[in-house]
């Protein structure tokens, strides 16, 4: 009744079959290496090994080979492994040749396979496959490509957690507990004779307070995780002079930006990537914010306001020895006092706001603390998984559609539009495993990696 074909014909969502042929791509990165590697999955695998090497080699035993042209010559020699179907990364044969990593002699050596009937694969099409094939869900398929573009130790790690499924063992949990309560609620409506009266049964209204805590707090990691796998930008902003670009340099420990005692130094936004306890952020510098009649500087005003429109989090310096700090900061902005060294009587600032100087370096930790904060990392360590904007957006949808069913379930009594509630948060639920995911999603997700993987 819940999760049926017809179910999925309702939502459109159906997964087209896909093309049964053969594709083939280099799996090592571009370049000269020791080893290059190429990846071949399809019906055609095994012939393609046959007529490369004279042979078919034992399965998942690395075989010492030659791989020859049409003519017979030798293009290289090298390793092969072949893992035939289901039991291989995308679920059909696979074959791997493990030759010279120069880029000449693997290009001959694709060009052979393609030329024995192999097609080249798009970008993430073995992922797909493997998906597909139920090698993988949606959210261990991102997962690879997460783990494959980490730019932090910590990103790594989470990633690897969610490859091996750690989060997608939270969305199945957390789903199966919709889909009962969804079965349990829709069975009453169905069947009135049978007499279950859920809307003042108590059960069903407590069922669905604990499935809205256990989302929460499933959302509440995958923040971290998108924090971690996708980073947070910074922007810079304030008056002439109040020492951004000072404090870009500082951080990022270099001289990123031009500083000078002239107001009005910066004009472009100036972005640089640093790590904050294996998050990566962007910081972005940007002009000092003042009406000017200079076109240069108007310009780059109007790109600083556009840029702290799409930041995560803005922080806003004040300088300290002449301004006094604006009183009502946005929910993103961090009022940030600066030149704390040429203020004589630090008491009397304000208490709750960072203060530092960017001259001297004095404060700066507590300032990254407060970003930690501010960008919502727990101190714990470790211990978390990857995720992506796209799981947050459906994590959220389902808990919008939570909340919305509990409404209607205590204000208005309303079984049937529980009924619906609930099969919007298991449809937001399912879209990040991929399974009740539409086509055009699984394309725009797949064609993002990268060829070979
Ligand atoms: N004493 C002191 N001087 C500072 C501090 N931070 C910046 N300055 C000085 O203030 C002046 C302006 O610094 P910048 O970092 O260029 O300021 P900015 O906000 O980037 O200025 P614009 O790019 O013009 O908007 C320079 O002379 C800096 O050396 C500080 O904490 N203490
Ligand atoms: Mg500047």
Do not use: W
Not at 248 to 267: E, Y
Not at 268 to 273: A, L, S
Not at 383 to 403: K, M, Q, T, V
């Amino acid at each position: 009744m819940v999760c049926d074909q017809a179910d999925r014909e309702s939502l459109g969502l159906v997964l087209s079959a896909y093309e049964k042929d053969t594709i083939a791509a280099r799996a090592t990165a571009l370049g000269k290496g020791g080893i290059g590697i190429i990846r071949i999955s399809g019906p055609d695998a095994g012939r393609i090994s046959k007529a490369l090497s004279g042979r078919i080699p034992e399965p998942r035993y690395a075989t010492y080979t030659r791989f020859s042209d049409d003519r017979g010559d030798t293009i290289d020699e090298g390793l092969l492994l072949y893992f035939p179907a289901p039991d291989s990364f995308t679920g059909e044969d696979v074959l791997e040749i493990q030759g010279h990593g120069g880029p000449v002699v693997l290009d001959m050596l694709l060009n052979r396979v393609v030329g024995l009937g192999a097609r080249h694969a798009r970008p993430g099409e073995f992922s797909q496959r493997a998906f597909l094939n139920d090698k993988l869900d949606l959210a261990q398929a991102e997962a690879i490509a997460d783990l494959i573009e980490s730019s932090t130790e910590a990103a790594a790690r989470g990633a690897i957690r969610s490859l091996q499924g750690e989060f997608s063992a939270l969305v199945n949990q957390l789903l199966s507990q919709v889909i009962e309560l969804r079965v349990y609620v829709e069975a009453a409506i169905d069947f009135p004779e049978e007499e279950i009266d859920f809307i003042s049964d108590e059960s069903v209204k407590g069922r669905l307070e604990e499935i809205q805590g256990t989302l929460a707090s499933i959302l509440e990691q995958s923040r971290e995780g998108a924090l971690l796998t996708e980073g947070a930008s910074i922007v810079l902003t304030g008056k002439p002079n109040a020492g951004k670009s000072s404090l870009m340099n500082l951080l990022t420990g270099r001289q990123t930006s031009i500083v000078t005692d002239i107001p009005g130094t910066t004009r472009d936004v100036i972005g640089e990537v640093l790590q904050l306890d294996g998050i990566p952020l962007r910081i972005l510098d940007t002009a000092g914010i003042r009406e000017s009649a200079d076109q240069i500087e108007a310009e780059g005003v109007k790109r600083a306001m556009a840029a702290q429109e799409e930041a995560d989090l803005v922080l806003h310096l004040v300088d300290a020895s002449r301004d006094s700090a604006p009183a009502d900061p946005g929910s993103r902005e961090v009022i940030v006092l600066n030149k704390i060294d040429l203020v004589d009587d630090i008491s009397r600032l304000p208490a709750d706001l960072p203060r530092i100087s960017a001259r001297t370096g004095e404060g700066v930790d507590q300032l990254k603390a407060k970003l930690k904060q501010m960008l919502g990392v727990a101190e714990t360590e470790g211990g978390g998984f990857s995720a992506r904007s796209r799981h947050l957006s459906a994590l959220r949808a389902a808990h919008d559609a939570l909340a919305d069913g509990y409404h209607v379930l205590t204000g208005q009594q309303a079984g049937e539009l529980l009924a619906e509630e609930l099969r919007a948060c298991q449809k937001h639920l399912s879209e990040i495993t991929g399974e009740f995911s539409a086509d055009d999603l699984l394309g725009e997700i797949f064609s993002s990696f990268c060829i070979g993987k």
